[in-house]
């Protein structure tokens, strides 16, 4: 099987047994790989009434047929689970270099289930595969523990995905953490790891990844990489990381700012800018494998109270920590990221709880002995750094914030659930959907929640993945079938694996062509795109399995409800509608029976009792 290993890591952490079993050919071709594979695998394995941090459920790891070869931004991998936070359906991915290494020790995916009965980590080598004790690792941070793993294991080159402290305590927000910052984020991987008692995993691998027709492949790889040098989407990104997203956001109104009550402020706007983020950026810069975009940046920091020597912060990350705090202090941003980076929370979950917290704090909801003593106001640094302590360690107000903040104001009630702003129990990611229609559906269908990623709607309105001129942003017109694409197209690019900023510059013939010659199997650009149909699909059936249903596709009011500032806002009924028609749902939101036979899903409809009712 060209571009694939062959073969899965099974562990069971309960028995401490660890074995390798082939992989099927039928489910590489029809589910490609990444989150494909990590979808069709945790839907057959993990049942509708599983605890999501219980040892019944499973943690799948998975690469793609591109992950491990030469091609541009492909070393990138999938954690899908059921999320902890949700409780719904979950997948995470990274870049750096860990997912190429993965496919380097001979396997396509890991698959992780049962729970340690004491701490540990998982070594993988191109030879064999154990567990070994982490009771010297538990409490390090995800970052200092890399090394100490490299150092004590004399491997250099070693490849770690690990969590932190906030993992180790199961906080509902908690990320995996690799390669020196990249992140597996949203939704609470890592405390699934947590509750595992699996602390890190560890990969050196020296296997190549065959490739059906290396020739073609090479002289792609060649033309794409000169498409990249000449992109100014891709210069952009290489001069200011995705900082430089916040400049044209500000100018669209689509930043959120004070708790997404408002859509401008000018303070913010002269103090948070792509310039001011490199001002402070040091000259270390960093790519994931075989990427020359190069986006990532790296800071030091020194100055009285704070201090850091790390990544920097993605555009998620200043807009929340930033403008959705109404924080201008760039050094306190780059410092809540560090420490995000070090407990393993999630950025975007964190500072959305510490907004929400902060305006119940100015409502009166939260006292300041509630608060453990910190001043909640509005942009103070010592509050947001606190609150971040407090959630890393699982103590005082913290606590309660690092389960998300649909379940803080369950807790708070008085009122709160108002201004506890998420989508089926995930917080936003720092795009409105009053600036951009198509996020309103895209939000509000999301598998895991509100995305941008998982279905790129922005690209549907800038005319980057349609024909013809773009759709207005303003507009509900067409945003059903424009987000079926986008979302089809970005699980698609999941499933390769490839990040976003080299798989939109492809028409999805070119890649079908890559796949083509990268595994020997004929594919056609429709072909992809209904793998991409097949698995939104699956994920749509797991969620429905975990109860959830056309109810829940609604956004918070505040996102159906003009900024402060005045402005318009996206018609989300009109939407749902389109978008459930568009992709062959009933009225509420249920994939029929003859929708999932054409995907190869006849099982599902048996699974779900479709068919019993004539669905």
Same mark, same amino acid.
Not at 48 to 56: A, H, V, W
Not at 335 to 358: E, K, P, Q, W
Not at 401 to 430: I, T, W, Y
Not at 459 to 474: C, M, N, Q, V
């Given at each position: ?385 606190? =609150?971040?302590?407090?959630? *890393? @360690?699982?103590?005082?107000? $913290? &606590? +309660? /914030?690092?389960? !998300? ?109 890559? =796949?083509?010659?990268?595994? *020997? @199997?004929?594919?056609?650009? $429709? &072909? +992809? /795109?209904?793998? !991409? ?83």
């Amino acid at each position: 099987m060209s571009g694939y290993m062959g073969k899965l890591l099974w562990v069971d952490l309960t028995q401490g047994k660890i074995e390798s079993l082939p992989l099927d050919g039928g489910l590489a071709r029809d589910y490609i790989g990444g989150v494909g594979l990590g979808t069709r695998l945790v839907y057959d394995l993990v049942a509708r009434d599983t605890d999501p941090l219980s040892p019944e459920n499973h943690l799948v790891f998975a690469a793609g047929p591109l992950t491990g070869t030469t091609f541009p931004t492909s070393s990138r991998y999938e954690v899908c689970t059921r999320s902890p936070q949700t409780g719904i359906w979950l997948d995470a991915g990274a870049s750096g270099k860990w997912g190429a290494e993965l496919k380097r020790t001979g396997y396509d995916a890991i698959v992780i289930h049962g729970a340690s009965p004491r701490p540990a980590y998982l070594l993988v080598t191109g030879e064999t595969a154990e567990l070994r004790d982490a009771a010297d690792l538990w409490g390090q941070d995800a970052i200092e523990v890399q090394g100490y793993l490299r150092t004590r294991l004399g491997e250099r080159a070693l490849k770690v995905a690990a969590i932190g402290p906030a993992g180790e305590r199961q906080v509902l927000i908690t990320s995996i953490i690799n390669d020196e910052g990249r992140v597996a984020g949203r939704g609470g991987a890592g405390a699934v790891m947590g509750s595992k008692k699996l602390k890190a995993i560890a990969l050196r691998g020296r296997r190549q990844v065959p490739l059906a027709r290396p020739e073609p492949f090479r002289q792609r790889v060649k033309e794409v990489l000169a498409a990249l040098g000449r992109s100014p989407t891709s210069q952009a990104l290489a001069r200011w990381g995705t900082s430089a997203n916040i400049d044209a956001a500000w100018i669209t109104g689509d930043v959120p700012v004070q708790n997404w009550r408002r859509r401008a402020w000018k303070q913010g706007q002269a103090r948070i800018t792509s310039q001011k983020v490199a001002d402070l950026v040091a000259q270390r810069y960093g790519a994931c494998l075989y990427c020359p975009i190069k986006c990532s940046r790296w800071v030091r920091l020194e100055r009285e109270g704070l201090s850091l020597d790390g990544p920097g912060p993605e555009y998620q990350t200043l807009a929340t920590f930033g403008p959705l705090l109404l924080n201008d202090n760039l050094e306190v941003v780059l410092a809540a990221n560090d420490l995000c980076n070090r407990y393993g929370l999630d950025t975007v979950s964190a500072g959305a709880a510490i907004a929400f917290a902060m305006e119940a704090y100015e409502r009166g909801i939260v006292s300041p002995s509630e608060a453990g003593g910190l001043d909640l106001s509005w942009g103070n640094p010592r509050a947001i750094l606190g =609150l971040l302590r407090q959630m *890393g @360690e699982r103590r005082g107000l $913290g &606590e +309660l /914030l690092g389960q !998300g903040v649909k379940r803080a104001a369950e807790v708070l009630g008085r009122g709160s659930q108002e201004f506890a702003l998420h989508v089926k129990g995930m917080e936003p990611p720092m795009h409105d959907p009053r600036a951009f229609f198509a996020m309103a559906v895209n939000y509000a269908t999301g598998p895991r929640g509100p995305d941008h990623m998982r279905g790129y709607a922005l690209a549907h309105e800038t005319g980057l993945w349609s024909k013809g001129a773009p759709a207005s942003r303003f507009s509900d017109e067409g945003k059903g079938e424009g987000v079926r694409l986008a979302q089809d197209r970005s699980t698609m690019l999941n499933c390769l694996i490839l990040c976003v900023f080299c798989g939109q510059a492809l028409s999805v013939d070119d890649l079908a062509e890559v =796949l083509t010659w990268t595994t *020997g @199997e004929p594919y056609t650009g $429709g &072909e +992809l /795109l209904m793998v !991409g149909e097949r698995i939104v699909n699956l994920q749509r059936a797991f969620n429905l399995r975990c109860g959830v249903s056309g109810a829940d596709d609604t956004l918070p009011p505040r996102l159906l409800r003009a900024a402060e500032e005045g402005g318009r806002v996206p018609d989300l009924a009109r939407q749902l509608q389109d978008y459930y028609a568009a992709r062959g749902w009933t009225a509420d939101g249920v994939p029929t029976a003859q929708k999932l036979a054409e995907l190869g899903l006849g099982g599902v409809s048996r699974d779900l009792g479709l068919e019993a009712r004539g669905g």
